[in-house]
């Protein structure tokens, strides 16, 4: 049986989030119609168990204020990123079994906004993740402060790329670089603020676009702040990048999905790469999704710990919650997730 939506929020967001999809899309109708079919499947049961395992370790390793008890664990993004994980499972996150750990999360990344100009944290990294987390919860969550928050946050992202000569993002709101890492997590922020309903401009999206794409290279892959040493992890955000803006069609979106392919693994930020390939490959096509789900299935019930947690390079707290998500598009809840 397809698992049903668990509250009537997210229903609704998603709801006229396909109606739109049908309404807009290139020879939209019965092809796809049959095509969003296609995703309509059962959820694995090897998967349900493996997410309420790693689900009930980050509720017992969850601090009072809300952090997590790791070092990484007491960041805002990486808290963020456990709180996607956790609204990704689709429970109700006012009156659900992980309400209580959702707004505590929330209430951790709140604490750590600045009040005056919105940066979460102390860096762009843990700002792209947390504004991720605050768009996701915001219309589902309910705090009235949720919706402040992610305006001033998202003003922020804005207002950094506006200063940046490139377009993108790096580690601070006042660098003139950029790196196709941080950019990717303000990017996705950017287009989850604007399906919550925040206004985000067209020509911010397109000029982090331009940036990613200058560091695309002939074969495909994606550097760091060139088109020079294109690697997996990378190439997956700027293909999600292009997904997102509506650029599956493009000649960039199908050279990265390509690259993917063929690229070695890199075990330093393989969970990291985790996050963003599961979307890039559920953009890419049904096939493409199925069967590098299948093989990530595997993979992550081979390496989770007895506790329901996984272990990687940036602590227990981060590679749980990206081995989580790397799962959850086999829920599909998350606006974000959207098709």
Known sequence: MIRNLRFQGWKTRLGLAVCGLALCWP????????????????????VER?????????VKNQTEKGAWKDSYGSQPGVAGLAVVAMLAHGEDPNTGPYAVNIKRGLEFILSQQNAKNGYIGNSMYNHGFATLALAEAYGAV?????GPALQKAVELILTAQARNAYGGWRY???TSDADTTVSGAQMVALFAARNAGVGVPEDAIQKGIRFFLLCQGAD????????????????????LVLALAKQK????????????????????YFHYYLYYAAQAYFHTSPKAWREWNAINIKAMSATQGRDGAWEGSFGATFTTSACLLSLALNYRFLPIYER
């Open 27 to 46: 020879g939209a109708g019965r092809s796809h119609a049959q095509e969003l079919e296609d995703f309509a499947e059962a959820i694995p049961p090897e």
């Open 50 to 58: 493996m997410y309420k395992k790693g689900l009930e370790w980050l």
């Open 142 to 146: 309910h705090d009235a402060r949720l």
């Open 172 to 174: 601070s709101p006042e």
């Open 220 to 239: 495909g892959g994606v550097g760091y702040t060139g088109p020079d040493s294109g690697n997996a992890p990378r190439t997956a955000i700027a293909a």
């Open 249 to 268: 069609n493009s000649k960039p979106f199908l050279a990265a999905t390509r690259f993917l392919g063929t690229a070695p693994r890199e075990d330093h």
